[in-house]
């Protein structure tokens, strides 16, 4: 203890010794802000991983849909209760 003291006395020390505390806490880029941005950044990436599948997903779809018409007439009675003028349509929910 008495050593950390006799070193604290310093001034070369003492100043490192400031100049750390500030940059880890007082700084704009302090520790808390860098460790909230890291996992603001981890989750973003993670959101962009969902959302490039989901797009590749969506796109294979289209592209069935866009290239078998019994597909896109399946989709459109299923989805949006599209139906021909001489048929009636019953919705059964379980």
Do not use: C, P
């Not at 050593?3 to 010794?17: E, W």
């Not at 003028?85 to 019953?90: A, G, R, V």
């Amino acid at each position: 203890m008495q050593r950390l003291l006799r070193q604290l006395k310093n001034k070369y020390v003492a100043g490192i010794f400031l100049f750390v505390i500030w940059l880890m806490f007082f700084d704009q880029n302090n520790m808390i802000d860098r460790y909230k941005t890291r996992r603001q950044l981890e989750r973003l990436k993670a959101d962009k991983a969902y959302y490039l599948k989901k797009i590749a997903a969506d796109s294979a779809r289209l592209e069935e849909l866009k290239s078998d018409a019994d597909h896109l007439e399946k989709f459109a009675r299923e989805q949006y209760l599209m139906k021909k003028d001489n048929e009636d349509i019953f919705i059964i929910k379980e």
